[in-house]
């Protein structure tokens, strides 16, 4: 049975991506060609740390972003990457310490909340709050924002060079199976979404807890080996612009890179649907400079700099502030704001407890292996 969490985040942004596409106002330009933002007066630099350390994605936080909060408070921002959620979430519950900053999905949310693995967030250091969009606050699965801050927003579908592999070749997740595709798909490292689309083949939902049909989900999984070239969620785009591969299952943000660089590019929501997520910003617990954290969190929601993250990494964004600063031909791609219709099937991955979790992982090292 498909969760309601699911269906409540997809239809929160069936109507932010109707609202984005007639919105009004859009930059032309890049992040080059946008102000700087300025130091906030109301930050307590005695309080700020040397430096701040940050544990998310690669290709997700800006170096420019990175750089300016550096020079605006004189803090060092150490950067390190994990490449799924489920990744970032046995590093914590090993008793990694030293992070500041982490990123997940609201599905990892909740884990790491039920777990006791995140800090609470001080409003009070987070003014800039005000600026999201308010349909992306107080959410299930957070209501109060206590624990994690909405950073951006996407799907994960299929892109596919077209001078390699016709549209019409792509109707579906099960043409993915396509012998004609032998060593020439690249598909992420990650057990949630690649589970979730063999689920999806057999027409049950991403949240499956079945073991009749996650067995199935294996087998199925097994069988697209031959076809895929590689397990990459850091840079995928890097095999697709070098014609390693011919297309595969990205992330929107990633595709969206990917067809600035080349017109031959597609970005495919089959019509099985596809996993809708919502990153946010969160603080482990323990963090050894929570106020910093905040600082940063806070720098993060400021209108220039959550546009400058958006032209870097082109995401949909849940800062309302910002949308003036988003060049107007990103607001209008679909594969950074798809239309409503292609999310009518849309899901978002929700907590399934240890047990369940542990097995979506052994599953996949099972596929891999």
Known sequence: MRKRVGLAVAALLMATVALSGCSSGGNTGMAADLPRPERDPNVDTSRLSAELNVFTWSEYLPQSVISE???????????????????????????ASGYDIIIPEIYMVKVLRREGLLETIDHANVPNLENL?????????????????????????????TERISPDQIQSWDDLWNPAFEGKLVVPDDAREMVGIALR????GLNTTDPAALQAAKEKLKALKPNVRAYNSDSPKDLLLGGEVWGGVVWSGEAALVMRESDSYEFIIPPE????????????????????????????????????????????????????????EDLANKAINPPSEWLEKAESLDDLGDDMNQLYDQIWTEVKG
């Open 69 to 95: 909060f550096e020079d605006l408070y004189g803090v060092r921002v150490n950067y390190d990457t994990y490449s799924s959620n489920e990744e970032m979430h046995a590093k914590l519950k090993a008793g």
């Open 133 to 161: 969009d308010a349909r992306f606050v107080g959410l299930e699965h957070d209501p109060n924002n206590d624990y994690s801050v909405p950073y951006v927003w996407g799907t994960t579908g299929i892109v596919v060079n």
């Open 201 to 204: 083949t057999a027409g049950h």
């Open 273 to 328: 649907g596809v996993t809708i997520w919502i990153d946010h910003v969160a603080i482990p617990k323990d963090a050894p400079h929570k106020y910093t954290a905040e600082v940063f969190i806070n720098f993060l929601l400021d209108p220039l700099v959550s546009a400058r993250i958006s032209a870097e990494y082109p995401y949909g964004n849940p800062n309302k502030a910002a949308m003036p600063y988003i060049p107007a």
